[in-house]
């Protein structure tokens, strides 16, 4: 008889109030303590993204700001420490056991967020992106990452994403949640296809939100260590220093590509068709244009 911890519990889900979490890094009670119990202070930043939309480059973009564009922190401390994913088992330990004023990241869902955000004065930084290229970053992802099961063929794995069937839910839920935040002051959101045509530009806005403005020199400092070369060589967010129980990087990394638009390498026609439809579909009555939607 296979263990407890044999290959198949490796890759099981469970069901949180009707989203699935990969058992090896989440927990229900753990997920059941974020939402009902952890205690959000008012100057916490929320680094919150659907998965593989650019957590980990608005992380060191946040960190980088954090420490005024010296490279340091981001140099000697893992990026899941400096802005742990408090839904984890470990990171919500980190997320309570950090100093003030602390970064926390995110992939929950707008529902299943910390009650107690809803009445502090926290920010939320939403990072989105076009989901075609998020499925394809998945799809890689998915073949790395341990706690995941195998995506298989991609047309199937296509239609589990398509229908919200993997680990966070579905995008479509996740963005139309947390968008309904928009006309809040302590929400901001900015698309991964804007960081990457204008980092500088960007950063400047995420300065402006977070009321911390940065000199030349230091914004200077954010630009070039988040971008995706130096990040690349930093082992203190390009996840070498990630345990081989977590992630396989033999195949593919983690910061893999970098690029928007990768979809159209890896869709067909008729698959990216069917992705507009659904996308349509779902995003009908939605008062919100992104750089991905067609004029
Ligand atoms: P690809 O798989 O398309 O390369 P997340 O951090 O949400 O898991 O998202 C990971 C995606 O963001 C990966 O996309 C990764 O390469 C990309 N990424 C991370 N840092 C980046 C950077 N500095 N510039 C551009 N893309 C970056």
Not at 29 to 49: A, H, K, P, S, Y
């Amino acid at each position: 008889m296979e263990g407890v911890w044999g290959p198949r519990m490796f890759k099981e889900y469970f069901q949180y109030k009707g989203i699935s979490f990969p058992r090896l890094i989440y927990s229900e009670q753990g997920l059941r303590e974020v939402e009902n119990e952890f205690q959000v202070q008012d100057d916490d930043v929320f680094n919150v993204t659907y998965q593989k939309s650019g957590t980990v480059w608005m992380l060191e973009i946040l960190s980088l700001i954090h420490s005024n564009g010296d490279p340091s922190w981001c140099r000697t401390v893992p990026n899941w420490d400096r802005g742990p994913w408090y839904e984890t088992v470990l990171g919500l330990q980190k997320a309570r056991s950090n100093q003030a004023p602390r970064l926390i990241s995110s992939h929950l869902p707008v529902q299943l967020f910390a009650k107690s955000f809803f009445q502090s004065k926290a920010k939320v930084l939403y990072t989105l992106r076009n989901p075609k290229d998020v499925f394809v970053s998945l799809y890689h992802f998915a073949q790395i990452f341990r706690p995941y099961k195998e995506p298989g063929q991609l047309d199937q794995f296509l239609e589990q994403f398509l229908e919200g069937d993997v680990p966070f839910g579905s995008w479509f839920d996740h963005v139309k949640g947390w968008m309904g935040l928009r006309d809040q002051e302590n929400f901001f959101w900015i698309t991964y296809e804007e960081l990457q045509q204008d980092l500088r530009g960007s950063v400047e806005r995420i300065c402006q939100f977070l009321g911390k403005p940065l000199e030349a020199r230091a914004l200077d400092g954010v630009v070039e260590n988040a971008s995706f070369q130096a990040m690349k060589q930093n082992k203190m967010c390009n996840f070498s220093l990630a345990p081989g129980f977590l992630l396989d990087q033999t195949q593919s990394s983690f910061l893999r590509k970098g690029i928007a638009g990768d979809w159209k390498n890896q869709l067909t026609a008729a698959q990216s068709e069917n992705f507009d439809r659904i996308y349509r579909e779902q995003m009908q009555g939605l008062d919100l244009s992104f750089p991905w939607d067609e004029p």
